[in-house]
Structures are given as structure tokens and as C-alpha cells.
């Protein structure tokens, strides 16, 4: 199955180069306006969790003129509704309204929703993955044409996993796996799933960094100051680019010894690709 090309950004930013996706309630205007001034990659206006449903049509026509009046250059999105709530049909209709890059799909099960709000919305899809069954269906959403990207929702995982909230994360490292793994083989991105603790910057830390090892491209967050913790951490260090940069300067072809180990250029392509990231967040 072919994939759908990714819809250019404005500020040419692949989705595989962003760190930081941070969630911002489409029902609060001072919460919007902060994020213009924000260091995050991504905005996701959401329409979801974190507005109550008595307040979600103002929070439609938020989002549309949020939208339209930008944020910096950088790349945006509209969380809906899930399919089966009475607000999935109206979020769709202002997510097509809207000029957003891209519509936030939460508790995607099976290909066939994604393919559904592709087709409405005409935005290109991130899909969330937070049941049982969409794990066990991540590889055809992944391949599904309009689906640029996949989201761990973690809190749902854990929840319908009946894992404890105060287990730790390796109780659900299949389940993150399976989600990588999935985005790699369908060439879309894929993006951790938020910390819930506000006053745990060593967590979190720790947690950006056990899920850059892990192969996510960024994070998702939930507050303005966890952006520079998620954005350190997917961020080449200076030593790392250097590092990178004589690798690939000193490589002439084939196997070769360097630095004390053998390089080709596949090692060549991974130095290029670290090279370009880091590039990509010079300020």
C-alpha cells in the first residue's frame, strides 16, 4: 500500500525533525496566545480531553481562527473527538475548516477510522494509539495512505492494559515498541506519549531520554515547561554532531576502520541524519 505524501509544513519542518508536540486547550485564548510565544516544534489545539463538553463548539471556533492566524511558521494541529462521541462530526468539519497541517486522531483502533477522517478532513492523519487493540493493529494504521505519523497515549494504554498507574514504564515497553516499530516499517514518524507530573523534571528526563533510545522521534507534552527538557533530549548534543561530522568527512567507501571501529555507509547515513536534526533546531 502506497503512502500518502506528507503535506508540506510552512516552515519545511518534516515531521521526523520535531521534538516537542505540545497539547494546548482550544478552549482557552491566554493558554493560545502563550503558546505563540512557546519553544515547542508542534501545537495541537485540542478539542478532546481538556475541554468540557459544554465548552468544545467555542472551542471549534477557537481553533479555526487560532489557525488562521498562525503560530511563528510552525506546524499545527486539531485534536478531535473520538469516533463514536457526539462532537467527532462537528471537530471533523473544523478541522477541514481550518488550514491546520494536520488532524490528531485519538483511540485509532483500526485503519478504516483513519481512513475516514483522512477522507473528510482532507488534513493528513496522526493517529493515537492507546488500546489493546490498536497495538495489535498499529502496523496496518501505520500503512494507512494519509496516516503521516503515530502517537503513544499512554495514560489509555496503561488503563486498559490494567496496568497500575505506579508501575513502571517498562510494564508497557512492548506496547511503545510495537509503535515504533510500526512507524518505521510504513516510513511514518512516531512520538512518545506525554508525563503526567508537573513537578518531576528529573522523570521527565529520564523518560525523554529512555524514549529517544527506544527510536521516538519527539515527545508529546501536556505544559509549557517540560519543552526544553523534551527538546535537550531530542536534540543532538555538540560533542554528538562533531562527531558526526568527521565520521562523515573522513569516510572514503566500503568498510573502513575509524575511531577505533568499522564504519560504512550505513554509519554514514545515521551521521547525516543526526547532522540534519540538529541543523534543523539552530537558533
Given at each position: 500500500?502506497?503512502?500518502?505524501?506528507?503535506?508540506?509544513?510552512?516552515?519545511?519542518?518534516?515531521?521526523?525533525?520535531?521534538?516537542?508536540?505540545?497539547?494546548?486547550?482550544?478552549?482557552?485564548?491566554?493558554?493560545?496566545?502563550?503558546?505563540?510565544?512557546?519553544?515547542?516544534?508542534?501545537?495541537?489545539?485540542?478539542?478532546?480531553?481538556?475541554?468540557?463538553?459544554?465548552?468544545?463548539?467555542?472551542?471549534?471556533?477557537?481553533?479555526?481562527?487560532?489557525?488562521?492566524?498562525?503560530?511563528?511558521?510552525?506546524?499545527?494541529?486539531?485534536?478531535?473527538?473520538?469516533?463514536?462521541?457526539?462532537?467527532?462530526?462537528?471537530?471533523?468539519?473544523?478541522?477541514?475548516?481550518?488550514?491546520?497541517?494536520?488532524?490528531?486522531?485519538?483511540?485509532?483502533?483500526?485503519?478504516?477510522?483513519?481512513?475516514?477522517?483522512?477522507?473528510?478532513?482532507?488534513?493528513?492523519?496522526?493517529?493515537?494509539?492507546?488500546?489493546?487493540?490498536?497495538?495489535?493493529?498499529?502496523?496496518?494504521?501505520?500503512?494507512?495512505?494519509?496516516?503521516?505519523?503515530?502517537?503513544?497515549?499512554?495514560?489509555?494504554?496503561?488503563?486498559?492494559?490494567?496496568?497500575?498507574?505506579?508501575?513502571?514504564?517498562?510494564?508497557?515497553?512492548?506496547?511503545?515498541?510495537?509503535?515504533?516499530?510500526?512507524?518505521?516499517?510504513?516510513?511514518?514518524?512516531?512520538?512518545?506519549?506525554?508525563?503526567?507530573?508537573?513537578?518531576?523534571p528529573e522523570g521527565l528526563a529520564r523518560e525523554c531520554e529512555e524514549g529517544r533510545q527506544m527510536g521516538f522521534d519527539g515527545k508529546s507534552i501536556i505544559h509549557p515547561s517540560h519543552i526544553e527538557i523534551a527538546n535537550n533530549a531530542f536534540s543532538p548534543s555538540g560533542p554528538a554532531v562533531e562527531q558526526a561530522r568527521n565520521l562523515v568527512e573522513a569516510f572514503t567507501g566500503g568498510a573502513q576502520r575509524y575511531d577505533g571501529r568499522m564504519i560504512e555507509?550505513?554509519?554514514?547515513?545515521?551521521?547525516?541524519?543526526?547532522?540534519?536534526?540538529?541543523?534543523?533546531?539552530?537558533?
Amino acid at each position: 500500500m502506497k503512502k500518502a505524501k506528507e503535506k508540506p509544513e510552512s516552515n519545511g519542518l518534516p515531521l521526523r525533525l520535531v521534538r516537542t508536540m505540545l497539547f494546548v486547550p482550544a478552549s482557552r485564548p491566554r493558554a493560545i496566545e502563550k503558546a505563540r510565544t512557546l519553544d515547542c516544534d508542534f501545537i495541537i489545539l485540542d478539542l478532546e480531553d481538556s475541554v468540557l463538553p459544554e465548552d468544545r463548539e467555542n472551542a471549534r471556533r477557537a481553533a479555526i481562527e487560532a489557525i488562521r492566524a498562525g503560530f511563528d511558521g510552525r506546524p499545527c494541529a486539531i485534536r478531535i473527538n473520538p469516533e463514536g462521541s457526539p462532537d467527532h462530526g462537528l471537530d471533523m468539519v473544523a478541522a477541514r475548516t481550518a488550514a491546520s497541517h494536520y488532524v490528531v486522531v485519538p483511540k485509532v483502533i483500526d485503519a478504516r477510522q483513519a481512513h475516514d477522517v483522512h477522507l473528510v478532513t482532507k488534513r493528513n492523519v496522526i493517529a493515537m494509539i492507546e488500546s489493546p487493540t490498536g497495538i495489535v493493529n498499529v502496523q496496518s494504521i501505520a500503512r494507512e495512505p494519509g496516516v503521516v505519523a503515530l502517537m503513544a497515549g499512554v495514560n489509555d494504554l496503561r488503563r486498559s492494559l490494567g496496568v497500575p498507574p505506579d508501575a513502571p514504564r517498562s510494564s508497557i515497553s512492548l506496547a511503545l515498541q510495537s509503535i515504533v516499530l510500526a512507524a518505521r516499517a510504513a516510513g511514518v514518524a512516531a512520538f512518545d506519549g506525554v508525563y503526567n507530573n508537573l513537578e518531576d523534571p528529573e522523570g521527565l528526563a529520564r523518560e525523554c531520554e529512555e524514549g529517544r533510545q527506544m527510536g521516538f522521534d519527539g515527545k508529546s507534552i501536556i505544559h509549557p515547561s517540560h519543552i526544553e527538557i523534551a527538546n535537550n533530549a531530542f536534540s543532538p548534543s555538540g560533542p554528538a554532531v562533531e562527531q558526526a561530522r568527521n565520521l562523515v568527512e573522513a569516510f572514503t567507501g566500503g568498510a573502513q576502520r575509524y575511531d577505533g571501529r568499522m564504519i560504512e555507509a550505513m554509519h554514514v547515513e545515521e551521521a547525516k541524519a543526526l547532522i540534519e536534526r540538529a541543523e534543523a533546531h539552530r537558533r
